[in-house]
């Protein structure tokens, strides 16, 4: 058997001839493509503004300029991430501060939240928390009402690192608008998709060919404020406004048509055109990627259910993952190693996400965090695999992974 990569894109001839359209046309880059890739995705998530930049790093980083993170500032985020979620605070010169998860979502827990402010409070310290960044981590959901309460309470501005959900959605008991705007269930309750903003200021998403839509490399932020829009459009564009009516130098109101302004320092955070015009092509299969997805997680529940050494990842009542990985953990932690090589020697392409971000050495060295500052992911950490999760894989190889999981414990006995 071929060697089966634990995620993979889907490109079919239709996504090729949308690129190649515009590979032939006079724009391949800052083309009308752009525009219309981020109405498509305003249109699917019901938020009122998207701006797509290269990567979902640089979506998180202006993200974070635009929520005004500066040298001295605290953003809290959760551990069980890929550095991205954090790293974006620590250009803008702020201080990423990990809360631990909730056990069974993985999820950062919005009490741990709670906890870290309150104690800050209490203790009167100078830093000052600015933002939460929480994590949809493997396309489930987080708490965002409750995230969205606290973040309320004390002021904070939320960017949710949704590079995993892109397709998920949760159920909102407080959801502000019409139903044209999210799925209708009856009464105040209704299903919202992950990137409507309703719950935050800003969603961010990527578009790696891993993630749930690709366009190569690629992200965008997501948000109904016009104020952040305007600022994320500048960012994205070295800091650059052509907007004659947010002109701040004197006389320039008498300058041509060539005039602009760079009023913040900004970046080359641009996406092409071409790419733009694979995310349309690939939005429009979004909902059949993800179907797709639980169709496999299905096959995989029943079956790893059936192994009583392995706990199997969780899909809260009240949201409906995008299912971005599937991932095992072993209550014998001891095994992971062995059962990991094990399948990597079977041609499965097996991943462990994540490493705690915290423990990273660039962390641990210069911002002293260090083992058991969160217990939960740690815990989580050695327990866990990843194994393969796309919409392209086959029956056969999902009943290939599913057996060679289950000869592994077979042979221990
Ligand atoms: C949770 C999370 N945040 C951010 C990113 C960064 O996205 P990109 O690779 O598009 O820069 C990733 C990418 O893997 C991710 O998994």
Redesign the pocket.
Known sequence: MKPIPYGHQWIDNYDIRQVVKVLKSDRITQGPKIKEFEEALCKYTGARYAVAVS??????HIACLCAGIKTGDEVITSPI??V??ANCVLYCGGKPVFADIQEDTVNIDPKKIEEYLRRQKVGGRREKVKAIIP?H?AGHPCDLEEIHRIAKKYSLSVIE?A??ALGARYLSRTSPFPSSRGESRGGDERWVKIGSCIHSDMA?F???P??SITTG???AVLTNNKDLYEKLLMFRNHGITKDSSRFTVHGSRFAGSWYYEMQELGFNYRITDFQCALGISQLKKLEEFVKRRKEIVNTYNQELSQVDEIILPVERWYVKSSW?IYYIRLKNVEKRKLLFEKLQKSGIGVQV?YIPVHLQPYYRKNLEYKQDDCPKAEKYYESVITIPLYPALRKSEVDYIVKCIKEFYKELR
């Not at 990567?55 to 998180?60: D, P, R, V």
């Open positions: 990567s979902g790093t640089a979506a998180l991430t890929f991205a979620s994590v981590f690192d590079c995993h961010v990527s578009f790696h891993v993630k490399e690629g992200g971005h996400h």
